[in-house]
């Protein structure tokens, strides 16, 4: 259900690099973990010293118009990277083969394998054949002759990767031809000898920043409130940060602290109608002293009869809009109605409703076809 107050665990962040300085990507977005935020424009009310007027204070005048804050976020293995692109550029990136290596204490006997992908290697005394290396007088020598039918070898499986012997080892090297993390699936086994690990590992991407970036992107952050009665979003265009700090103890999670500053923030959002307004008092011998609080109610449109029900009590499904009436008989129905969506705790009714009736404010506290009875609340 829509709640009425923000949340720190519903707040989203989604954040897209500009192409344009300013300019708020079409594509891109994605969403990251953060434990907290103060990125917010202010412009603060600034006390003018002029002299000559008197001891009584002057009009304070608007201030510059700000957007910085602090962002607290988790070094985890897929965020880490967007906040160092945005502190120092683009990475170099490159891709690393996955490896492992079998290693042999002993020269193999007859009958002895490895697995490699799941295809069985055998160690043979007589003619190899297939799938088959002929054991050698010494460790080293059969180790020499398994790289040589290896490395010719058709299989679809074996050939996936190169083989070798490094020196002075008893050591079989594998290494998956493709760079990148698809390697990393390749099984490994022995009968025999010590395989390196179940898999190939190693395998994947890897990224260098560099300080000293002649370029520096910029991103938009946007810090949004999706659940609440009027899900609010606070986006900030031309978001550059200044600096990190690293936040780590013997125990406990690893996160980081960044300094961000950006170039101003978009209150304005054509899906809630949430804009910025500016209000002049009519009165102008009202009293009204810097700091003061007032609450304002907006009038937008004015309706003589209108039926209004709480946003809480619409069913929203396949585009249809849905409310559970309770006839005089308390078995509860679902109606199709029309109504004004305009962000607010309680909406408009134009069509489906007529004035008397009664329905679910929670809709799901009965389902259609159950009976529930009505109550009328007591006056004064």
Not at 129 to 141: N, P, R, W
Request: proline share 7%; glycine share 10%.
């Amino acid at each position: 259900m829509p709640k009425l107050r923000a949340y720190g665990a519903d707040a989203t962040l989604k954040i897209a690099r500009e192409t344009s300085y300013g300019v708020m990507p079409s594509s891109g977005w994605r969403s990251l973990d953060f434990r907290s935020t103060d990125l917010a424009a202010t412009q603060p009310l600034a006390a003018d010293p002029l002299l000559g007027r008197g001891r009584n204070a002057q009009d304070p005048y608007r201030g510059l118009v700000t957007d910085e804050g602090q962002i607290d976020v988790p070094l985890d293995l897929r965020g880490t990277g967007y906040w160092l692109t945005a502190l120092f550029g683009l990475p170099t990136t490159s891709s690393v083969a996955a490896s492992g290596s079998i290693t042999f204490a002993a020269n193999p006997a007859a009958g002895q394998t490895i697995t490699l992908n799941g295809v069985v290697w055998t160690f043979v005394t007589g003619t190899p054949g297939a799938l088959q290396t002929q054991i050698q007088a010494t460790v080293t020598q059969t180790i020499d002759q398994l790289v040589t039918n290896l490395n010719a070898s058709a299989n679809p499986e074996i050939s996936k990767c190169t083989y070798s012997r490094p020196a002075s080892t008893q050591r079989l090297e594998i290494v998956f031809d493709t760079a990148g993390p698809s390697g990393n699936a390749f099984t490994i086994a022995a009968s025999h000898a010590s395989p390196s690990g179940p898999r190939l590992t190693g395998g994947g991407h890897e990224h260098l920043w560099q300080s000293g970036a002649d370029e520096i992107p910029s991103h938009t952050i946007e810090i949004g409130h999706p659940k609440l009665t009027t899900p609010v979003f606070f986006r900030h265009l031309g978001t550059m940060a200044e600096s990190i700090e690293f936040e780590l103890g013997q125990d406990g999670p690893a996160n980081a602290r960044l300094q961000l500053v950006a170039q101003g923030e978009e209150r304005v959002d054509p899906a809630t109608g949430a804009r910025d307004v500016r209000l002049s008092l009519a009165d102008a011998a009202v009293d009204a002293p810097s700091g003061l609080t007032v609450t304002v109610n907006l009038v937008i449109e004015q309706r003589e009869s209108a039926i209004s029900v709480p946003r809480s009590a619409i069913i929203q499904s396949g585009g249809e809009a849905r409310v559970r009436v309770v006839p005089a008989d308390g078995i509860v129905i679902e109606r199709a109605i029309s109504f004004v969506d305009w962000p607010a705790e309680s909406v408009i009714v134009t069509s489906g409703l007529q004035a008397g009736e009664h329905i679910l404010a929670d809709p799901d506290t009965a389902q259609p076809g159950e009976q529930v009875k009505v109550r009328t609340a007591p006056q004064g």
